[in-house]
């Protein structure tokens, strides 16, 4: 199904919620849905939204009762239909400073990478732990929510703990494993069709050299974007952009 065909098949404004979902009932929102739909968006009763809650499809739904804290909602209808990239892709993106991070979060979500992981990498300038660490996976996470109410995913992406580079590389199971590193002079085109990705980006001061060989060793392959150097919200968006046209559906 094209891009404006599907829009024109969503009713109302697209809303996540974290309750289950079933034909005929009604329920209650969460106070952050709700606050969206009463006060942010000031829908009355009867007003026409589409719902989703990651357990596949969406939910044609009716505003029941409306104030700005509290809205209850009809379920009139179900709609199996999920906007998915056929190839599942892990990001794993060293953490940014001021906003950058969360332009990489909201745009790699459209661009229908399955899970992200915000990493700390030897010339990570961001520190972050404890509760402050918590606060930004949550803020995150509500991005990426975000982003698939706008987009028209189905799917929310998981956004990891923060991890440590190393660790990561370690850890993360994919088909294949892709580092872009600049300094490299293998290009995506010369990648075969993977099952699963994992693609990691470094921080604005770029990998390490012992970063690079630690992620070659847990079976990352390295590989350039071209003759430029690209910032580290600019390279994850290129490079999700041309794996999607080469592999997904874009």
């Known amino acids: 199904m094209g891009t404006w065909a599907w829009i024109r098949n969503v009713t109302g404004p697209r809303i996540y919620t974290e309750k289950a979902l079933s034909v005929g009932e009604e329920i209650e929102l ?42 209850r909602v009809l379920v009139n209808k179900h709609r199996k239909i999920e906007r998915e990239a056929p190839l599942s892709v892990h990001l794993g993106i060293a953490v940014s400073r ?24 030897e010339r990570t300038e961001v520190k972050l732990s404890g509760d402050r660490a918590d606060k930004k996976i949550q803020h995150w996470q509500q991005i990426a929510i975000s982003a698939c109410e706008q987009c028209g995913r189905n799917t929310v992406p998981f956004v990891h703990p923060l991890t440590r580079l ?19 002079a293998r290009s995506l085109s010369s990648i075969r069709r993977p099952d699963s990705l994992a693609l990691l ?12 060989d630690s992620a070659r060793q847990a ?8 003759p430029r150097v690209l910032r580290t919200e600019t390279a994850p968006l ?13």
Do not use: C, Y
């Open 30 to 71: 969460e106070t952050g849905p709700s606050r969206h739909i009463g006060s942010a968006l000031r829908l009355q009763a009867g007003a026409d939204i589409t719902l989703f809650n990651g357990h596949g499809g969406e939910f044609q739904a009716t505003v029941a009762a409306g104030g700005r804290k509290r809205v």
């Open 98 to 121: 001021g906003e950058r991070m969360d332009w990489v979060i909201q745009k790699s979500t459209e661009l229908g990478v399955a899970e992200i992981s915000p990493l700390l990498s």
């Open 166 to 184: 190393t660790d990561w590389s370690l850890q993360v199971e994919a088909h294949r494993k892709l580092v872009l590193h600049h300094r490299e």
């Open 201 to 212: 980006i470094g921080p604005e001061g770029g990998l390490s050299r012992p970063e690079i």
């Open 219 to 226: 079976g990352f392959t390295a590989l350039s974007m071209g």
């Open 238 to 250: 290129a490079a999700l952009a041309i794996i999607q046209h080469q592999w997904g559906d874009i």
